[in-house]
């Protein structure tokens, strides 16, 4: 609790959602191209979260920005 804040919550909501249509894209085409698409959203969503964690300024302690 208070580790983030409303950057790091909008940001993983977006890429939550982002990865979530991709799923439902490959459930509805079944082609190589969706696949790819959803392969590719989930590698970069992991590291998309850290950095809007490390970019977020609420976790960061205070006085060092």
Do not use: C, K, N
């Not at 609790?1 to 990865?19: D, H, I, Q, R, S």
């Not at 439902?24 to 950095?51: H, N, V």
């Amino acid at each position: 609790v208070g580790l983030a804040g409303w950057l790091y919550l909008a940001g993983a909501v977006a890429l939550g959602t982002g990865l979530l249509v991709q799923g439902l894209r490959l459930r509805r085409e079944r082609t190589a191209e969706a696949a790819r698409g959803l392969f590719l959203g989930s590698l970069a969503y992991l590291p998309a979260l850290f950095l809007l964690m490390a970019l977020d300024p609420t976790g960061l302690p205070r006085g060092l920005f």
